[in-house]
């Protein structure tokens, strides 16, 4: 087994880590032994003490994706602390529910608060965190997308460009770091039983559930399962966009 066949140690920075799939994935990370930073906007206290309760290490940092100050904080505190930093995972993200997300009605604010979080956030962590990685030796990082980078989907203007970005971005990093030892890919989920969902409707629910082959909303600790196998294994693997989206896009309008 080489090292990157476990996560034993391995530090770990997760954003987004709240709720939702960074809550997911910073448990799992956890749980496999790494000594995982909890970053978010919101209290990570709870993310904390479930992965404490189960023996995991982790710690809370606040942090806005969207502050290349708040990155550089973190980061300088990790390295101090762990001395390296060696797994990243970019999950933080918002939907834009400030005003219609169609391309004509969308409004410049309401544009401009997803692309910050869910592409300049993914930029400014991988710029924070990959010259640690270089000094380190490698590292690998696990970017969130979306279906909706792919496809067209309802009112989602201002979220489907970010996502898009990310993978456009998670590829440029993987040409650019392979040769110094990090791996950089993204994730691209189908529908996932998360917070995110909260403003929308039980019919809303029911047919994003029934979108998928697999008819049911994703769980968020699926999500993480993949991120885990990203860090852990797949050493072969970089540059890519995996969906992991229950069939959602294999699905024929039928
Ligand atoms: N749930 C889904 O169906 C789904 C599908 C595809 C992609 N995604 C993506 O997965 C990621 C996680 O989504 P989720 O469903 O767990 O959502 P969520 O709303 O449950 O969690 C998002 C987390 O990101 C944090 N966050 C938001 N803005 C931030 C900022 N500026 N700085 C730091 N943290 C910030 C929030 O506080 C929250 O804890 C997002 O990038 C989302 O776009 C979700």
Redesign the pocket.
């Known amino acids: 087994m080489t090292v990157q066949d476990t996560l034993q140690d391995r530090v770990a920075i997760v ?2 880590a ?5 809550r997911a994935t910073a448990l799992r990370l956890a749980a496999e032994g790494a000594v995982v930073t909890c ?4 209290d990570c206290a709870e993310t904390v003490a479930l992965a404490d309760k189960e023996g995991g290490r982790a710690a809370a940092v606040e ?4 502050r290349a100050a708040d990155w550089e904080r973190a980061v300088t505190a990790v390295v101090a602390e762990h001395g390296r930093i060696d797994l990243l995972a970019n ?5 834009n529910l400030l005003s219609p997300d169609t391309v004509v009605d969308l409004t410049e604010d309401a544009w401009q608060v997803v692309i910050d ?2 592409l300049k ?1 993914v930029w400014l962590g991988m710029r924070a965190v990959i010259p640690q990685m270089v000094a380190g030796g490698g590292g690998r990082i696990v970017n ?1 997308s ?3 980078a792919l496809r067209g989907l309802p009112n989602l203007a201002s979220y489907s460009a970010a ?1 898009a970005g990310v993978v456009g971005l998670t590829q440029q990093a993987a040409f650019e770091y392979a040769e110094q030892g990090i791996l950089v890919n993204a994730i691209a ?4 039983d ?4 909260a403003e929308i409707t039980d019919e809303m629910r029911e047919a994003n559930a029934n979108a998928h082959l697999i008819r049911r909303l994703g769980r ?1 600790e699926e999500i993480a399962a993949m991120a885990a196998y990203l860090f852990r294994e797949g050493g072969f693997q970089t540059g890519q966009t995996v969906p992991v989206d229950g069939g959602w896009a294999a699905k024929g309008n039928f």
């Open positions: 954003t987004g709240a709720q939702g799939i960074g970053a978010d906007i919101r942090l806005d994706v969207r999950v933080a993200g918002v939907v979080t869910d956030g969130i979306s279906m909706a996502k989920p189908g529908t996932i998360t917070p995110i969902l968020p």
